[in-house]
């Protein structure tokens, strides 16, 4: 499927839209950086200025250019999911409980910070399975999802890889808050 400029502007409007003030603020640090290596190049090769503006523009830059990409194509992904994506239900394959709790030393004292992430794999057929998974906020919409139930998805017809749960849906089905299926 061939997208229309139009589209894919907008689409990617969307996508920086998503990540506020981010991009804004990673282009200030590099400007930040460079400032501070024509100002150690200008008093006589500063070492300190050079390092300090040679970090600060080296991280940026990584972030910038490693980091943002990827997260810009998801949110890209997801809104022509949204727009051109087609309806279909999915079965639950798999759930799981990932625990990344840890504990935390504050003055003298051992906090546990309790931390789960509810993972929930599916499968549909759009003329052959696929598969994914995604991830739910809340334990009472994990607990009410049982293996082999079907949930409700949106996939892309010329991409069927690309699918996500249709949460709002799923939250209605499950007679749950609109929140809890996030």
């Known amino acids: 499927m061939k997208l229309s400029l139009s ?8 996508a920086i839209k998503k990540h506020g003030l981010l991009i ?11 400032f501070l290596i024509i100002l150690g190049i200008k008093y006589d090769n500063n070492i300190p200025l050079l390092v300090t503006g040679s970090f600060v523009t080296l991280f940026m830059g990584f972030f910038l250019g490693y ?3 990827s997260s810009l194509l998801y949110y890209y992904e ?3 999911i949204k727009k051109y ?3 279909t239900n999915a079965i639950i394959t798999k759930k799981y409980i990932e ?22 794999d599916y499968k ?3 003329h052959k399975d696929f598969t994914n998974s995604f991830i739910v906020e809340h334990k009472a919409c994990f607990d009410k999802l049982e293996i082999g139930s079907t949930i409700p998805i949106k ?15 799923l939250c209605n089905d499950l007679d749950l808050k609109r929140n809890q299926c996030n």
């Not at 282009?27 to 950086?33: H, Y």
């Open 7 to 14: 589209d894919r502007i907008k689409f990617s409007i969307t």
């Open 24 to 34: 804004p603020m990673g282009l200030v640090f590099l400007g930040i950086g460079c």
């Open 67 to 69: 980091t943002m990409p």
């Open 78 to 80: 997801k809104a022509v």
């Open 85 to 87: 994506g087609s309806y």
């Open 99 to 120: 625990d990344q709790s840890y504990e935390e030393c504050v003055d003298n004292r051992v906090d546990k910070i309790e931390l789960f992430v509810y993972t929930i």
């Open 124 to 126: 549909f057929n759009y």
């Open 155 to 169: 996939f892309l017809k010329h991409k069927p890889q690309q699918s996500e749960p249709r949460r709002q849906k």
